[in-house]
């Protein structure tokens, strides 16, 4: 069955570091995004990409955080200068864009920022 | 008010327990309408959409009333194995491909 795949799994940074979070959606899909889970909070959107572009974005999306499609499979999420406060399991996830849009999430990368 | 709320929890039962998961959300424009289960630290996983109609997919039943914007989720004869977080999520396609919105989520813990 295919599925969403995201790496590292884990990713220790320093404040003001720049990370990149990498995800392989699957492929036949159309629709990718990212979401974000602070630890004991629920699961809150980032951004949504569609047609190389990006379709919608939330609040906590800032000018720090950006997105990419570079080479066809790849879809990554930049964040330029770590914060403390960006620490969270940030999801990958994948849709066909069929009738309700059902999105299918990669397993997920632990970011924490020290 | 919360934009998707779920019952607080967590529900603790016995294996072979009927348990009922209610969920309401906000935005009477919400088009599609989904629960997902969430095991500790890992990925949300879509456990089904739910439609107008109703749907079944074997012990698990989800109803959707519009009108009252109310979602529920029944888990009849529970397992050890359908304990989890179960997520209630809705998608409100203010753009192409829309963005889902998540609930707090229900903690479910079956004994044996």
């Known amino acids: 069955e295919p599925e969403v795949t995201q790496t590292p799994s884990h990713q220790v940074t320093q404040m003001g570091q720049e990370v990149i979070l990498r995800c392989v959606p699957i492929s036949n899909h159309l629709y990718f995004y990212w979401y974000r889970q602070i630890l004991g909070q629920k699961v809150e959107f980032l951004v949504s990409f569609y047609n190389n572009e990006i379709s919608e974005k939330s609040e906590i999306f800032d000018d720090q955080f950006s997105v990419e499609r570079p080479d066809g499979s790849n879809f990554t999420l930049k964040i330029r200068s770590t914060k403390l406060e960006d620490s969270a399991m940030y999801f990958c996830?994948?849709?066909?864009?069929?009738?309700?849009?059902?999105?299918?999430f990669g397993p997920g990368t632990r970011l924490t920022v020290t | 008010r919360k934009e998707v709320e779920q019952d607080p929890g967590p529900f603790n039962v016995p294996e072979g327990a009927t348990v009922a998961f209610n969920c309401t959300y906000s935005?009477?424009?919400?088009?599609?309408f989904f629960w997902y289960r969430q095991d500790c630290r890992k990925e949300p996983k879509l456990l089904m959409s739910?439609?107008?109609s109703g749907n079944e997919d074997g012990r698990f039943t989800a109803q959707l009333n519009r009108a009252s914007q109310y979602i529920s989720l029944l888990i009849r004869d529970s397992k050890l194995s359908d304990s989890a977080t179960y997520l209630c999520?809705?998608?409100?396609?203010?753009?192409?491909?829309?963005?889902?919105?998540f609930g707090q989520g229900t903690e479910l813990s079956v004994k044996p």
């Open positions: 739910v439609y107008s």
């Open positions: 935005n009477s424009a919400s088009q599609s």
């Open positions: 999520v809705v998608n409100a396609f203010y753009n192409q491909g829309g963005k889902l919105i």
């Open positions: 996830a994948s849709s066909a864009g069929t009738a309700t849009y059902e999105q299918y």
